[in-house]
């Protein structure tokens, strides 16, 4: 398969995952799906116009003979265990909470892929994880799945008078 061909699939298959990613948010009220229709709008329109350009072989044009040797898989069973590893994230993230789920996402994909500068990945996790909790639960103020070690004491129990049974 030619880079142009593969370029154009792979746009038309992000296309329909936006699509998909807008009809999903249509329960949601107007304000909720604000945010997500900015971001998944500006996906469509960067997607469009990568679209129109691998229609023209532009990026063909601009890499030149860098992808002569080109291939879509350089090592696929790295890119189905990448993919194997990120739908089990989105299997165990409710019950194994966000921030552990995505350090152990992090780290495995970083090693997937040959990334072995462990400080440097584990500043970059740290402040990834740092950024989430600041922007979605202190700003917007949006809980994520909680680590299953930090339940709260007053969901597993019924209150009576002051005593927790």
Known sequence: MTYKKTEIIVTCFL??????AWLSLYHLPTNAKMFPNIIIGT????LLILL????FGVSERI???TIAGWKFFVHYKRFFLSVF???LCLFV?????????????????????GYRK??????????????VYIVFVLVFERPLPKEFFLTDITEKSCIIGDLYV
Not at 15 to 20: N, T, V, Y
């Open 93 to 113: 993230i409710e019950k194994v909470g966000f921030f552990i789920t995505s350090t152990l996402l992090i780290f495995s994909m970083a090693f997937l892929v």
């Open 118 to 131: 462990y400080v440097s990945l584990i500043a970059a996790t740290i402040g990834f994880l740092v950024l």
């Open 52 to 55: 129109v350009r691998s229609a």
């Open 85 to 87: 590893l990120f739908s």
């Open 43 to 46: 996906m469509f329109i960067s």
């Open 63 to 65: 890499q030149g003979s």
């Open 15 to 20: 296309l329909c995952f936006c699509a998909f």
